[in-house]
């Protein structure tokens, strides 16, 4: 039997890391480089799927004032390969009812700061009352 590292071993290992922006808002980025480019040199579709679900699940999570999230469904659509420089993500919560969150997230390609992916991402809401009037989605996107 084989042990399970933390997930964050993986993160390390391709090199996604959270950065943060001019703006003082929280983004995530994956370099470009070798190990984690596809056949056409662009960064592989699912470790750029990776950096959404995770970028989009931790603005979720601190949107919360108790309880967690799980995602329930994510999609990416993809615009143009990332081959160079890093992947950067920028989320933004779209929805924050009382059983879910919905967090668009765009993946730029950077330094030339084109948009490469637009996803977007649900998340079901989990350990908390249901019954407690939900977030004002204003109020927590004026937080970033």
Request: proline share 6%; glycine share 10%.
């Amino acid at each position: 039997m084989t042990s399970t590292q933390p997930i964050g071993e993986l993160l390390d290992h391709i090199g996604f890391r959270k950065e943060p922006d001019e703006k003082g808002a929280e983004t995530w980025e994956l370099p470009v480089a070798p190990h984690v480019v596809n056949t056409s040199g662009g960064l592989q579709g699912g470790l750029i799927a990776t950096p959404v679900d995770i970028a989009a699940g931790t603005l979720a999570l601190e949107s919360l004032p108790a309880g967690g999230v799980v995602t329930s469904d994510l999609s990416v659509r993809y615009f143009r390969a990332v081959t160079t420089g890093t992947a950067r993500t920028v989320s933004t919560i779209v929805h924050d009812g009382k059983r879910s969150i919905v967090v668009q997230v765009e993946v730029r390609n950077m330094p030339e700061d084109h948009l490469a992916a637009l996803a977007t991402v649900s998340f079901a809401k989990v350990g908390h009352d249901i019954r407690a009037p939900a977030t004002d989605t204003t109020s927590v996107l004026r937080k970033g």
